[in-house]
Structures are given as C-alpha cells and as structure tokens.
C-alpha cells in the first residue's frame, strides 16, 4: 500500500475538490480536515467522503463557491452562516471568531447555519484548546434515528465533541455520535453479509432487527435505548442547539449524504468555547483537571480520551498515510474531471 505524506494528501484531496466546483479556500480548508480525519485513521471522515463532497459539488447540493461570513453578533453570541457551502471553511471563521470573543468576554457560543457535513467535530476544537480554551462542539445530520417511543427516523446520529487543554501532555478530546452504534458498522455487516445485534437498529417498519440491509433501509437506536431513552433526549437535545436556535435545518429535512442526488442539506454545528481564566483561574484549573486525570490512570488499562487518535496523527505527520491505490487512482480522476 503507498504511503503519501499528509502534505500531498491534502494537495491530491483538494485537486479533485477544485475540479468539482469549489473555490481554492474551501478546497484547501476541507482536504485538511479530511487528511488529518484518515491520518487519525478515520477513514469514514476521511478519504471516504471526497468522491461524495465531489457529486454533490457537481451537482449543485454544495455550493462551491460559498464564502462563509459571520451573520449576526450580540454580545458573546455570534452566527456564522455558511451559504450552502461545505462545512470546513465556515467552522474555522466560527472558532476564529469564538477564540476571540471568549478572550474577551471568557465564553462564545456560535452557531454555523446552512452547513452540511463537519467531518471529525473534534479537530474542530484543537484551535481552541491551543488557545487554552475548553470547548463544546454539537453538529447535526440528516435523520437516521427515531424520537424515544418512535419508528420513523427524525433526527441524526447527532455527535458531540468536548476539549479539555491540559499545559503539558495532550489534551482530553472526547468525541462520539449518539447512535448505539455507527451507521458505518451497519453498512459493513450489509456488505459482508453480517447479522447484527438487536438493539442497533429498528427496519423500515420500525421494528427491531438484526437484518443489517433491513436496518440500512430503517433507523439507527439512540444510545443506551434498550434500557432507556436517554440517548434519544440527548439527540433532542444537540438538535434543536444546532437547528432552531440558529436557524439550520432538521435532520429529517436533509436528505441522506450518501446519496448524490438531493437537496442543500442546510444542517447546523455550534460551538461553546470558554475561558477557564474567567472561571477559576488558568492556574486552577490546570492543577485540578492533573489531579483528576492522575486519579484516573491509577488504574491498569485507563486510556484518556483522544490518546489514540493523537498518537496515529503524530505518526503520519512523521512518515505518511497507507493510502489504497484505488483510491489515489479515485482522486486522480475526480481531479481531471
């Protein structure tokens, strides 16, 4: 398998991308969020998303053009609207921004409307805990799983990302979707013609199965849904934060990324960023957040959260991704499209 730098990744990413429509700055914006998603061995955020950014491009559900602006500002409270175009550029002016507001004001909250697809939500954050911010990252995406109760899908999988900075070592990154478990699990089992168990997944019909086809037709389960409905609240929840408080729309609004033919998605992200110097004190929090984290590794077999991730990323930044050949020839020619 050859190994490219992250520098050429990014370079053969945003050549398919310019030819399918997008300007230069969000070309570039975007392969740098997918590199680093693969480099971090995500290929699900990665390379596996550039043939579909790509058709939609083409085919108008982006808009390739879009030049992200921040739409209104009070206060601590900022929207940056994203004009239908790929999510990457439009979340970097919105954490721009916010690191700057918080500074000021200790805390941001500001939403991204008229987006589509964020890819890892975590890197999102990394800017702002390079600023010694804690951040909160909640995106939406289009309908994949049910209300608690329900059979139909209405919200998406939903994710929310957190980021502690710590002064030395690397920061605490948590980030996970709300479904019980990946949609990307399901389509594996339906290709390779897997059961899969019950709980992941209701059918088109909205009962429960172990047909992996049958649950890519339905809906994904919330989190934590066979014994309780709190994973379907905290959907509730990060949905109506990323869609009626700032305008974008709902999940069962947009249709499927997986799909090239549909309408602009127009789902939202928002993003809560704080300042611990306007709380506690730096000083403090730094000592308590070291306090607690050597009370967590006291025990055998305790991995911070985001240390895997870290680990690989700093590994391709030194040798390079294994990237199939397949999809290098992919990317060839989307760029000569």
């Known amino acids: 398998m050859p190994v490219v730098s992250l520098i ?42 550039v043939a579909q950014y790509c058709a939609q491009l083409r085919n108008g559900r982006v808009n390739g053009q879009a030049k992200a602006a921040v739409l209104r500002a009070k206060g601590s409270a900022l929207l940056v609207d994203a004009q239908q175009g790929l999510a990457f550029p439009a979340c970097d002016l919105a954490i721009q921004e ?41 995106a939406n995406s289009p309908a994949a799983m049910p209300a608690p109760g329900g059979r139909h899908p ?8 957190a980021l502690f900075p710590r002064r030395s070592g690397e920061h605490l990154m948590i980030d996970f979707s709300l479904s019980e478990v990946a949609r990307g699990k399901v389509m594996v089992a339906a290709k390779e013609g897997r059961s899969i168990p019950l709980g992941w997944a209701l059918d088109g019909n909205g009962e429960p199965t172990t047909d992996a086809k049958a649950a890519l037709e339905g809906s ?23 869609t009626a408080l700032i305008g974008a729309q709902f999940g069962y609004e947009a249709d499927s990324f997986f799909v090239d033919e549909g309408n ?19 000083e403090s929090y730094q000592v308590r957040i070291e306090v607690l984290i050597n009370e967590m ?41």
């Open 8 to 49: 050429d990744l990014e370079n053969k990413i945003a050549a398919a991308l310019s030819a399918s429509g997008a300007s230069s700055a969000m070309a570039g914006s975007t392969a740098k969020a997918l590199a680093q998603a693969e480099a971090q061995g995500i290929g699900s955020h990665g390379l596996g998303r």
């Open 98 to 138: 916010a690191i700057r507001v918080a500074k000021e004001q200790g805390v941001c909250f500001v939403g991204v409307t008229n987006s589509h697809h964020c890819g890892v939500l975590i890197d999102h954050l990394r800017a702002a805990g390079a600023a010694g911010l804690v951040g909160l990252g909640f």
């Open 154 to 161: 209405i919200f998406g999988t939903n994710p929310i990302a």
């Open 220 to 242: 994904m389960l919330p989190i934590g849904s066979v014994s309780s409905v709190k994973g379907g609240m905290l959907a509730l929840i990060v949905e109506l934060l990323v």
């Open 264 to 282: 602009a998605p127009r789902i939202g992200q928002s993003f809560l960023l704080i300042d611990p110097g306007a709380l506690a004190g730096q």
């Open 297 to 337: 590794l006291v025990d055998d077999g305790v991995r911070l959260a985001g240390q895997r991730r870290e680990k690989l990323l700093q590994q391709a930044m030194k040798a390079g991704v294994d990237v199939a050949q397949a999809q290098l020839d992919l990317m060839a020619r989307l760029a000569q499209a």
